[in-house]
């Protein structure tokens, strides 16, 4: 899993790095992560259980997963030549990669973020699953470093699943006008 995991680091993720840091998304987590780190015992949120928290984001995130892997496979399996070697061709500016393999990973990358979204919920139950509030004023820095990128990640990953189904729609969009162009409409039955 390592190799892998590795490959894609360096073959997927160091190219687009630049493009991912500088979206409003990271800006928005980076700020919540900070506001949960310093304010996070005085709201309201606080007073929740660590385990509900979790399992309503196993749920969503589970979903996510799911809509990102089922996006990949759409993409990987459009019918239209055509349409495929436009998407290869078309390069954006700031990037070397096609569109079309900057559009698989954007599926990729929603679901391998939110895959780590899992990962660090499940740390936070096994570090301190049973206790009765979320944080309180006498959580240490590290439950309170771990709790902050928990929610910090979580707007992370509810901001890029947003912009994955905005993507998967602006693809049917195009798909649709390739369609109309080439004539190739479904009949009606």
């Known amino acids: 899993m390592i190799k892998p995991l590795r490959a894609y680091g360096q073959q997927e993720v160091k190219p687009r790095l630049r493009r991912i840091m500088v979206q409003p998304q990271v800006i928005l987590a980076v700020a919540i992560f900070g506001a949960c780190f ?15 928290i979790v ?23 459009l019918p239209s030549d055509k349409f495929l070697s436009a998407l290869q061709a078309h ?12 559009l698989l990973f954007v599926f990729s990358w929603t679901a391998v973020c939110h895959w780590l979204l ?24 590290g439950w309170r470093v771990l709790i902050s990128w928990f929610f910090g990640l979580c707007a ?15 693809v049917g969009q195009l798909y649709s006008k390739e369609l109309s162009k080439t004539g190739n409409l479904p009949k009606p039955n």
């Open 38 to 52: 310093l304010f996070g015992a005085r709201l309201s949120a606080a007073e929740l259980k660590l385990s509900d």
């Open 55 to 77: 399992g309503m984001i196993l749920t969503y995130a589970a979903i996510a997963f799911g809509f990102c892997i089922t996006g990949m496979a759409l993409v990987l399996t």
């Open 91 to 102: 390069r954006l500016s700031d990037s070397g990669q096609s569109s079309y393999l900057d």
């Open 118 to 141: 899992v990962v660090v919920a499940i740390i936070a139950m096994l570090v301190r699953g049973t206790v009765p509030v979320l944080l309180n004023e006498w959580d240490g820095w």
């Open 156 to 170: 992370y990953s509810l901001i890029q699943f947003l912009l994955t189904v905005i993507t998967l729609s602006q």
